[in-house]
C-alpha cells in the first residue's frame, strides 16, 4: 500500500502543530501546517481502511496534539463565519487566483475529516481533555444547522466540485456556493465525530454528559435528522461517500452509514445508565422521542438489532413519566475556543479582513507558483485513489465504474452509454476540473 508520510515524518508535522490567530490563517506558515494536517489526514485513512497500526492517531494522542486539532478545527469556523463575508464584500478585492481562499474553506473539513477517524478511538476522547467541551459544542452548532436546512428544503442538490478552483473563472461567487456544499459534507462528518463521543461517555467528565443532554438536548436534535432524513433525497438518492448517488430498488430499506450513527448515538444518549440518569425526560421531551416508534420497523431492527431494546423502552416511556433528575450541584465547564477567538478579535473584523486581502489573499505570481507545486505534491493522485472507500461508481447509473473521464480524470462510468448520457451535466464540471489542471501544469513547467 502507498504511503502519504513515514512515521518519522508524520512525528514531525505533529510536533509542529501549533495554535494560530486570526490574522495568521492563509499566511505561508498556516498554508505549510494545513499540508501538514492534509497530509496526516490522508495517512490516517489509509491505515484505518487497511486495518493497520494507526500510528497518526497514537503520535497525536501522545504528543496531545488532539486540543490542538480541535482549536484549528474552530479557528476555521469562526473565519467562515466573521471574515468570509466581509472579504466577499470588499468592492476592491479582485484576486488573481481564489485557491487560496478555497484552501481555507476547506482546511475545516479536512480536520473534521481527521477527527472523524482518529475520535473512534477512547484515548482520543480522553487526549482532548477540556477542548472536548468545545468539540461537542461545535458538533452541535453543526446539526442543528443540518437539521435546520433540512427542514426549510436547503440541502445542496449537487456534488461539491472536488478539485482546487484554480483557475481564474472560478470567481468570488463560486466559491461562495462551494462553501455552501461543502458546510453540508462537514455537518455529515460531526455526526459522526459525536456518535463517537457518545460511544465514550463514561470516559467524559460529567459536565460534558450535562452539556450534551441538558444544555443542548442532543436526542431532540437526533430525532429531528431521523425524522427528516438530510442524506436521503426521497427513494431515488442517498448522499454516501461525499457524494449522491442513485439508490438501487434493492437498496432502498438499507440504512445509510449516517442513518446508523444517529440511531447509534440515540441509544447511547438514551440507553446508557449515566445518561438515563441525567436526562430530563419531561413532556416535551417525552414526544420528542416517542417519534421514534414510527421509524422503528422491522427492517430498521434486522439491520441494528441493538434497536429492539430502545423500542422496548420507548413502549415503557409511553406508559410512564420517568422521575425528574436529581438536580446535583454541577460546576459547568464552559466552552473556551469560540469564545476566545471571538473575544480577541471583536471590533477587529474588518480590519483583519482588510489586512489578509492585502498581505495574504493576493500573492504574487512566484508564491501562486510555490504554492501550486506544493499542493500537486500532496494531492497524489495515486494515492488518494487508495482513500475511496469502495470502487468507484458510474456518474449516471450508481453501478461499479470501470472506466474514467480522460480528461478530467474524476468521474466513472460503468460503459460508454453512461458516459455519452451524462455528458451534459458532466461536461462544465470536466471544463473547470481541465482547465485548473493544466494551468497548474503549465505553473510547473514554468517553475522547473
Not at 515524518?9 to 505549510?32: C, D, H, V
Not at 482532548?128 to 436547503?154: F, I, M, N, P, Q
Not at 460531526?190 to 442532543?218: F, G, K, P, Q, W
Amino acid at each position: 500500500m502507498d504511503s502519504v508520510v513515514l512515521h518519522g515524518e508524520a512525528e514531525m508535522y505533529i510536533q509542529s502543530l501549533e495554535r494560530m490567530s486570526l490574522r495568521e490563517i492563509g499566511s505561508p506558515k498556516w498554508f505549510r501546517q494545513h499540508e501538514f494536517i492534509e497530509k496526516l489526514n490522508m495517512q490516517a485513512i489509509l491505515n484505518a481502511k487497511a486495518c493497520q497500526e494507526e500510528f497518526i492517531k497514537d503520535l497525536l494522542v501522545s504528543h496531545g496534539k488532539v486540543p490542538t486539532l480541535i482549536h484549528a478545527l474552530i479557528l476555521t469556523e469562526v473565519w467562515k463565519h466573521k471574515l468570509f463575508p466581509i472579504i466577499c464584500k470588499l468592492k476592491d478585492f479582485n484576486p488573481k487566483s481564489t485557491f487560496q481562499l478555497y484552501m481555507v474553506i476547506h482546511h475545516e473539513a479536512t480536520i473534521i475529516n481527521l477527527l472523524e477517524t482518529i475520535m473512534y478511538h477512547k484515548e482520543s476522547s480522553e487526549s482532548a481533555d477540556d477542548a472536548v467541551v468545545d468539540l461537542v459544542d461545535y458538533c452541535h452548532r453543526k446539526l442543528t444547522l443540518l437539521a435546520g436546512r433540512s427542514v426549510c428544503g436547503e440541502i445542496p442538490a449537487k456534488d461539491r466540485i472536488t478539485h482546487v478552483p484554480l483557475s481564474d473563472a472560478a470567481s468570488i461567487q463560486d466559491l461562495q456556493r462551494q462553501s455552501d456544499m461543502l458546510e453540508f459534507e462537514i455537518s455529515v462528518k460531526a455526526l459522526s465525530v459525536l456518535c463517537y463521543i457518545t460511544d465514550h461517555i463514561e470516559s467524559l467528565s460529567l459536565s460534558v454528559l450535562t452539556r450534551m443532554l441538558s444544555t443542548h438536548n442532543l436526542p431532540c436534535v437526533l430525532v429531528q435528522l431521523v425524522e427528516n432524513c438530510p442524506w436521503n433525497r426521497g427513494k431515488s438518492e442517498k448522499y454516501t461517500e461525499g457524494k449522491w448517488s442513485p439508490v438501487l430498488p434493492e437498496d432502498h430499506l438499507k440504512l445509510s452509514k449516517h442513518d446508523g450513527q444517529v440511531w447509534i448515538a440515540l441509544l447511547n444518549l438514551i440507553l446508557k445508565p449515566d445518561c438515563q440518569k441525567k436526562y430530563d425526560f419531561n413532556t416535551f421531551n417525552k414526544n420528542q422521542l416517542l417519534k421514534l416508534r414510527g421509524h422503528l420497523t422491522d427492517a430498521v431492527i434486522d439491520q441494528l438489532p441493538n434497536l429492539v431494546d430502545l423500542k422496548n423502552f420507548l413502549s415503557q416511556l409511553a406508559l410512564t413519566d420517568p422521575a425528574p433528575p436529581k438536580k446535583d450541584l454541577i460546576l459547568e465547564q464552559l466552552p473556551e475556543i469560540w469564545n476566545n477567538i471571538v473575544m480577541e478579535n471583536s471590533n477587529k473584523w474588518k480590519a483583519i479582513a482588510k489586512h489578509q486581502v492585502t498581505h495574504v489573499f493576493n500573492p504574487s505570481e512566484n508564491d501562486l507558483r510555490e504554492q501550486a507545486s506544493r499542493l500537486a505534491e500532496t494531492y497524489n493522485l495515486d494515492v488518494m485513489e487508495n482513500l475511496i472507500p469502495d470502487k468507484p461508481k458510474c456518474g449516471s447509473c450508481g453501478r461499479q465504474g470501470a472506466k474514467r473521464c480522460s480528461r478530467c480524470q474524476g468521474e466513472w462510468y460503468c460503459n460508454r452509454e453512461c458516459q455519452v448520457k451524462h455528458w451534459p451535466k458532466h461536461k462544465p464540471v470536466c471544463q473547470l476540473m481541465t482547465d485548473a489542471m493544466q494551468k497548474l501544469q503549465k505553473e510547473l513547467v514554468i517553475k522547473s
